[in-house]
């Protein structure tokens, strides 16, 4: 397996991880299955490659996640004060957001941005005469990602943090210790929406273009992820759960890599994604099932014998 290949792998992988973290935050921890992750993913891309080709890389990064944010309190307030079901809400969300999109890229289906200062080339005019020059985006990444899973898991252990937790363990316990659920799944979707807009802003800054179609099918790409992960690091502490959803990004993507290498059709990695998330879900049962299933067949054996 060549280096180049585990690079590129690594890099889309670090990309996607911050989706699934997000993913990590509002269905594992507050137990809310957020449909809009496409949407919310295509909206960060539009307005972080709409600020930079404005001439504003660095601000792109903060526009990107505040745009998210607005997604989730959209998709939050949608489920808390109108009694609109969660995964509807998340539809109507990432319908909505279709055209909204579409609006933010200037009624342009592709913006090109090939001539446009990133944050990227930013880093590679930093890093020129070092021994890291060739590699500014692993780095760019690398310390986004490092960063992010960090203070996800210092917040998830403070009080609020906490409370979120709670509130997807239990709802009735926090209403009664005096702790509103509205307000901890509207900020913990606002923040789940933020990292989910930064993904999809770094991943346009890094392939040098946005079009209207650059979210499809990442839920179920973050989805996978975090199941991959979940089956690696599931017993262990937040911080090993939250290094596990970027090592389940990677896992994911460098399979993806791979059946691209292999010059399989563009069209069967939908297939594959549907494959990885069904072997996500199975493994993990199948290794609940499995005791049952030797003691079966020991039984129906003496029974044999006998």
Known sequence: MSLSLLQTALELGLVCSLTTLALFLSYSMLNVCDLSTDG???LGAAVGATVAIAGHPLLSIPAAMLAGVCSGFITAFLQTKMGVDSLLAGIIVNTGLYSVNIAVMGGASLLNMNKTATIFTIAKDALEGTPLAGQSKLVVLGAVVALVVALLVLFLKTK???SI????DN???????SISPIFTTTVGLCIANAMTGLSGCLLAQSQKSV??????????IALASL???RTLFGRGGVGLRAVGMVAGSFLFRLVYTIALRLHMPAFMLKLISSVIVTLAIFLPY???RLPQWKRRLSHRKEAGVC
Do not use: E, W
């Open 227 to 229: 199941l991959i992960g």
């Open 171 to 177: 709802p009735d316990m926090v209403r009664s210790s």
């Open 40 to 42: 919310c993913f295509t």
């Open 165 to 168: 937790r709670a509130t997807g």
């Open 286 to 288: 199948l290794k609940t």
């Open 211 to 220: 079009n209207i179609d650059i979210g499809q099918g990442m839920l179920t």
């Open 160 to 162: 609020l943090g906490l």
